[in-house]
C-alpha cells in the first residue's frame, strides 16, 4: 500500500525537486483540482508559499471565475496572491504561434518576474522557487506527445521533477489520486470546461487515444508511466556517452567549434552523434542530412540555423555564429557588402565598368571569377597563393620572409578564400588567378579598413 500523498509529497519536493523547507515557494494555481491539491500539500507541508494565477482570457466567464476563485482561496489562507491578465489570442497572433504555445511563454515569463520580486524581497536569504502542479498523467501525455511529433531520448523522459528554478512535485502521482486527497481534504476546485474538448492535442490524446490504447492493452497507462522512469535512466546513460563523443570530436576555439570530419565520419552511429553536437547550436534534426553533405562539399559551402552556421574548411567542420566579430573563420555571402572582423573592416563594392587600383589595401577582382560565399580567415601554414604579376605559386610563409614581415605581422594576416583559393593576401596582395585583365567587364572592389 503506497505511503499517504502527504509523507510521498514532503520526500519528492527534498529528494527529487531539491526544495529545502526554508524556501519561498510561488505555486502557480489555475484553480483546477490539480493546482488546488498542490496548494494544500504545501500549506499541510509547512512550506512559505505565495499562489499566482494567470488569466489568459481564453473563456469568457470561465476566466473571470478562475481568477476569483484563486483571489478568494488566498485571501482564506492568508497568503499573498499575484495574478496577471494577457491577451492570448492578441499574442498567438501576433507571434505565429498556437494559442497553448503562446500561453506557455507568457506564462512562465511572468512567473520568473514574480520570483525574482520575492528573491529581492527575502534578500536572498532563502531560495525562491517556482512549483507547479503537473502530474503522472500529464507526464505520459507529454511522452507520447513527444514520441508522434518526433523526438530524442529527451522527450521520452518527459518532464524532469526539477529544471532550473521550477519543481513539479507531483509527476509521479496519478490524477486519481490527486482527486481523491481533493475529496478526503474536503477542498474545493473549479473545472475548466475546454478539457472536455480534443481540439487541442494535448485533449485529444488524453479523450482519445490513450483510452483507446487502454481498450487493447489493459494495462497501457502503467507500461507508460514505467516508461518514463527506464527513460530517464536511458537518458542519463546516453549524455554520458555523447559527452565521450563531443570530447573526442569538437574542438572548441574562442566562440566556434571545429570539427575533424574524417573522425567524424568513423563515428557510430553517426546521424546520432552528430545531431547531439549541433543540436546545442539550434540546428534541428532535419538538417543532419544537410549537414551530412557538407562532408564531401567543398570548401565554403554551409547550412545555416537561426543563429550558426556550419561550413566545410578543408578537412573541418566549423561551427560558427551567424554574427560574429571574434570568429577566425566568417563567411561572405554574395549580398554583403560590407564585413566587420577582429582586424577591422572590409567593405564590398560592386562596379560595371573595369576599374583598377593598386594600393595594398584595396583588391579589386574580375567579377565573372568570384563565387559566393567567400570565406574570410587567418593565414595558416600550408597556405599559397599566386603573387599578382606571377605564374608560379608561392606559400604565406615564403612570401612573408621575402617581404620581411616581423612574427606580430604574420600572427595577424587575414586572407579571403573561394573555394580553397586565396583570392588576396589582405594588406598585401591579390591571386594573380582572379586579376582585373582586358576580357574583364565588371569588377568586385574589397577595401579594407583596420
Not at 197 to 218: C, G, Q, V, W
Not at 326 to 342: C, K, T, W
Request: aromatic fraction near 10%; hydrophobic fraction near 40%; glycine fraction near 4%.
Amino acid at each position: 500500500m503506497p505511503a499517504p500523498l502527504l509523507q510521498r509529497f514532503i520526500i519528492q519536493m527534498k529528494e527529487e525537486c531539491g526544495v529545502s523547507p526554508d524556501a519561498t515557494l510561488l505555486l502557480a494555481v489555475s484553480g483546477g483540482v490539480d493546482s488546488v491539491v498542490l496548494a494544500a500539500l504545501c500549506r499541510q507541508a509547512g512550506y512559505r508559499f505565495h499562489l499566482a494565477h494567470v488569466n489568459f482570457q481564453l473563456r469568457g466567464n470561465e476566466s473571470e471565475r478562475d481568477e476569483i476563485f484563486v483571489r478568494e482561496l488566498a485571501s482564506s489562507w492568508d497568503v499573498p496572491f499575484h495574478t496577471i491578465r494577457f491577451d492570448t489570442g492578441t499574442v498567438a497572433a501576433k507571434n505565429k504561434c498556437s494559442v497553448q504555445e503562446a500561453a506557455r511563454q507568457l506564462r512562465y515569463e511572468w512567473f520568473e518576474k514574480v520570483i525574482e520580486s520575492l528573491h529581492f524581497e527575502h534578500a536572498a536569504e532563502t531560495p525562491s522557487i517556482i512549483c507547479t502542479a503537473h502530474h503522472l498523467d500529464d507526464n505520459i501525455e507529454t511522452m507520447v506527445m513527444h514520441f508522434f511529433r518526433g523526438t530524442g531520448i529527451s522527450g521520452l523522459r518527459g518532464m524532469l521533477p526539477r529544471q532550473g528554478r521550477v519543481a513539479r512535485p507531483l509527476l509521479e502521482v496519478s490524477k486519481e489520486e490527486l482527486t481523491a486527497y481533493a475529496a478526503e481534504n474536503k477542498l474545493n476546485w473549479v473545472e475548466d470546461s475546454s478539457n472536455a474538448e480534443s481540439k487541442y492535442t494535448r485533449n485529444a490524446i488524453r479523450n482519445k487515444l490513450l483510452p483507446l490504447a487502454e481498450t487493447i492493452y489493459p494495462e497501457a497507462i502503467g507500461n507508460l508511466a514505467r516508461n518514463l522512469s527506464r527513460f530517464r535512466d536511458v537518458e542519463s546513460l546516453y549524455h554520458q556517452a555523447i559527452a565521450l563523443y563531443k570530447k573526442k570530436l569538437v574542438k572548441i576555439t574562442g566562440n566556434e567549434a571545429h570539427l575533424p570530419v574524417a573522425l567524424l565520419q568513423k563515428s557510430h552511429p553517426f546521424s546520432t552523434i552528430l545531431f547531439e553536437i549541433i543540436n546545442q547550436y539550434n540546428f534541428h534534426p532535419a538538417q543532419v542530412d544537410e549537414v551530412k553533405l557538407l562532408l564531401n562539399a567543398v570548401s565554403g559551402k554551409y547550412v545555416a540555423s537561426s543563429t550558426h552556421r556550419i561550413f566545410k574548411n578543408r578537412k573541418w567542420l566549423i561551427i560558427a555564429p551567424l554574427q560574429t566579430t571574434v570568429a577566425d573563420n566568417i563567411l561572405i555571402g554574395e549580398e554583403a557588402e560590407y564585413i566587420d572582423f577582429p582586424a577591422g573592416k572590409i567593405n564590398i563594392i560592386r562596379f560595371e565598368n573595369p576599374t583598377i587600383s593598386r594600393h595594398k589595401f584595396i583588391a579589386t577582382l574580375d567579377r565573372s571569377l568570384i563565387r559566393f560565399p567567400l570565406l574570410l580567415r587567418k593565414w595558416k601554414p600550408g597556405d599559397y597563393f599566386y603573387p599578382f604579376g606571377m605564374k608560379k605559386k608561392k606559400k604565406l610563409s615564403r612570401f612573408f620572409i621575402d617581404n620581411k614581415l616581423s612574427t606580430t605581422e604574420k600572427e595577424n594576416v587575414w586572407v579571403l578564400e573561394m573555394n580553397k583559393k586565396i583570392i588576396w593576401v589582405i594588406g598585401h596582395r591579390i591571386d594573380d588567378r582572379f586579376r582585373v585583365s582586358s576580357n574583364t567587364t565588371a569588377t568586385l572592389k574589397f577595401e579594407f579598413q583596420s
